[in-house]
Every structure is written in structure tokens, then in C-alpha cells.
């Protein structure tokens, strides 16, 4: 009876947190549904902190008003940014439909023929911009397999380069802007979107400037595990000279039409806007005209995808839009693509939104159920044990950080990117925000206020978290990324191909992680530009 007494009154009155989230460990690892399991282990430990004392049943009105608003407050949910996620959903489901993706492919291939390695190049460079509007790891990883893989495999690559090519590029999506995992880290941890997105840009880069330097010294060591393609294969007509001056010529005729009536003082910003939609139509418009030369294929290829991203993205980077505004954008440039290609039909828009629908549905509801697993692991002072756990660890600012990004890359082995967002990010940011000044001057702002130096600290943890993750979703034997590629792939390609061909880019992305690590001016350098 004692012993009971002391478990309840002591014992668990002062480690129910750490319960809490043991609690929460073991139901996802049975398989439970995230959002029941988050729900559900919130619901109980709640009546248990009641029933001991820590809690009383007003946590029940906080979790509902953190949630939903009350009181004058706003709730998580009637954050405007969300809105957000389901647009670059949308964005993205509907330029994988509309044959975007393939155009882009085939251009690509013609593009980089004469380059050792030109078909695993071109899938970086696809990966780099096409994943970025996936937004879902395993979206992108079948799509990008289902697209590119029997095409390799047909060109005669080698399985294992092949298949680290697609699943390496395909996970960028989760780093490079606009990526729905950055949307939910900025609302989490209260900082700017946009900055968020710019911090991406370059460790972004940085991983595809690596795959690239990866790829060409492999395929011109070894031409038998990449070979060129063909020229026979490429089948295209000649490119019509005069049309391209033409093109250019008024192109050229546009951007200093802008440039004057910026000049002029006019309203550059909707001139500038103006400008770009009548170089995008003019482009594929000509694109059509030129048919099956190499200049059509880039026209109708290459440069609507990239005006697509650099609309929503410059949009956000010049103060023109909010990213939800730029989501909106997004969304309804992908639709004037998809009509463009002549693919936009009753059928790809209802499935387009079904698919936009599940995948929204599911953040929704794993959203809530984090929110309502945070507030009460706050309030059981969850967080107060894992700082005093630290203490009693005696870390420094360094060693702290690695065993926070040692956590997360093993939670990548078992945890989606969702998960890892909503439950882990809220419980580290306090505790690596509490180290701020110790990592001041290796950030190189140690002379700013103390609010500023912690959300730099915050950008930098935030990005270095992100590609934590997609090294994680990688690494061999339980990398997520893995699996759903050898669930689309052909039958021939083994899953030891794949863990072979991952290996050289999983090095990559350690060196990646590295660099964002001892040079934080990577991730922190544009975003003060921009802003200057």
C-alpha cells in the first residue's frame, strides 16, 4: 500500500510527463493511427494529471481553446498560414496529372544528353524542382519512381545508382521551398514563413550541387553504370533560329517596359506581375508553335514549372505575398498549366482534390491531436523534466545539439516527418532556445538582443532539423523513403540494389548536414539579405 502511495503521490506526481511520452512511444510503435494515438494518450494523461492533482478539468478548456480559439485568442487551426498546406498540395497533385513532371523529364534528358550522367542528372534537377510542390515524402518518392525509374532501367543505368538518384532527389522536397513540413515548423515555432523558406534555399542547393559533383565523376570514372543516351533516341526537329530571336526580342521588350514604367513611378509591383504572366503566356504559346524542336521542349517543358515556382516563391521573397497568398497563386497557376497541356478535365480536377482532400484531412487531424498533446504535456510539466534531465546530464551547448539531432535521425527510422513536426520540434525548440547565447558566435550575432539571437538559433536548428530528417528518411536498413520505392519499382530491382545505390547519398547528406552545421551562414546569410 505504501509502495502505491508513493508511486502515486512522488513518483508519477513528478515523472508524468516523461510517462506521457513513453505512453505515446509505444502506441505509435503498435501501429496506432498518429492522430488517435496523439488524442487519445492526451485524453488519458489528462484524467490521470486530474486524478492526481497536477491537473484540473479547466485543461480540458485550454487544449480546446488552443485549438480552436476562445476567449478572445486564437486558435492553432485559425492560423491563416495553414491554408497554405492544402494549396501547395493541390499545386503539386495537379503538375504530377497535367504530364508537367514528364515534359520536364523529357526536355531534360535532350538538355543534358552530352553530359556524363545526363539522365541521373536530370533527375536531380526534376527532383529539386518538382519535389519542392510534392509537399509528402511518399508522394514524391512513387511519383518520381514511377516516372523515372523504368526509363533508367530501359537507358541501361546501373540499378543501384538509378535508385539512389530518385529516392536522394526526391526527398528534397522535404528542404526546398515551398515545403509543407517548413509551413508547420514556422507556425510551431512562431517565426516568419518566408524566412523559413529563404533559410532552405541554399543548403537546399547545396545537397543538389553534391549530387551532381556525385553523379558526373561516377559516370565519367565508369561510362558502363550511366550510359549517354543515345542520339538516336532523341528524335526532334530543328530548332527554327529566327523564332528564338523573336522570342527573346520581345521577352527582352517586356522586362524593360517594366523596368521604364517602374522608373516612371507607376505601380511597379502589379507591372512587374503583369510582365511576368505575359512572358509566361507568350512562352507557352510559342512553345506550342514550335512543336518538337529543343527550344519548343524548353518552352513547354522546362520554363513553366520553374515560372510557376519562381511566381510563389519570389512573390513571398519580395514582401508581394503572404505564403498563403502565394499558395493561392500556386494552385491556380497549376490549373492555367494543366489547360495549357490540355489535361485539365472534370476527371484530373475531382481526383486532384480527392487526393488533396485525404492528404489535407490527415496534417488536419495530426495537427489537433499534437496540439492537444503538447498543451497537456506542457501542463504536466513535461518539459520542465526534459530541461532538468539535461541539467542533470551537465551538456554543453554542442553536445547537446548532437544528441538532439541524434534523436531525430532515429526517430526518422520509424516516424514520419508529420509526427517528428507536431511532437518532437515543440519539445526541442524551448530547450535548444535555452543555449542560445553559447552558440551566438559561432552564428556570428552575438551582438544582438537576446530575442533575436534565439530565433537566428531557431532558423538554424529548424533547417538542420530538416535535413537531419531527410538523411534519416535515407539511411538504410528502415529509411521510409526505401521501402516506397521498392513498392512501385520493377521486380528485377532488388532492395539490396537500393541500399547500395542509397549508401554514396546518404555520405552526401551527412556532408550536407555538416556544412549547415559548421558554416550557419549558409542557412542565415540570404534571409539577412533579403531583408536588407
Known sequence: ME???????????DYIGGYMFLALALALFTGLPVAFALGGISLIFGLLGIAIGVLDYAIFYQVINRIWGGDGASGAVQNPILVAIPCFVFMGTMLERSRVAADLLHILQIMLRRVPGGLALSITVMGTIMAATTGIIGASVVMMTLLALPTMLRRGYQHSLATGTIAASATLGILIPPSIMLVLMANLLAVSVGNLFIGAVLPGLVLSGLYFIYIMTRATINPSVAPPLPEDMIQVDPTNFRNVAVYFSVTAAIVIAVYILSQLGIDWVNWSLIGFLAIFTYSMMMGRKEGNTIFGGILKGFVPPIFLIIMVLGSIFAGWATPTEA????????????????????????????????????????FVGATAFSTVFRNVYGEDLIIELIEVLDLGAWPLLFLLMFSVFLMGFFFDFLEITLIILPVFAPVIQAFAPEFASHLGVEGLPFQQIQEQVIYWFAILVAVNLQTSFLTPPFGFALFYMKGVAPPEVKMQSIYRGIIPFVTLQVIGLGVVILFPQVTLWLPRLMLQ
Open 3 to 13: 509502495f502505491f502511495e508513493w508511486l502515486i503521490d512522488d513518483h508519477l506526481y
Open 327 to 366: 499558395a493561392g497563386i500556386g494552385a491556380f497557376g497549376s490549373m492555367i498549366l494543366a489547360a495549357f497541356n490540355r489535361t485539365l478535365t472534370k476527371e484530373v480536377v475531382r481526383e486532384v482534390c480527392h487526393r488533396t482532400g485525404l492528404t489535407t484531412a490527415m496534417i488536419f487531424f495530426i
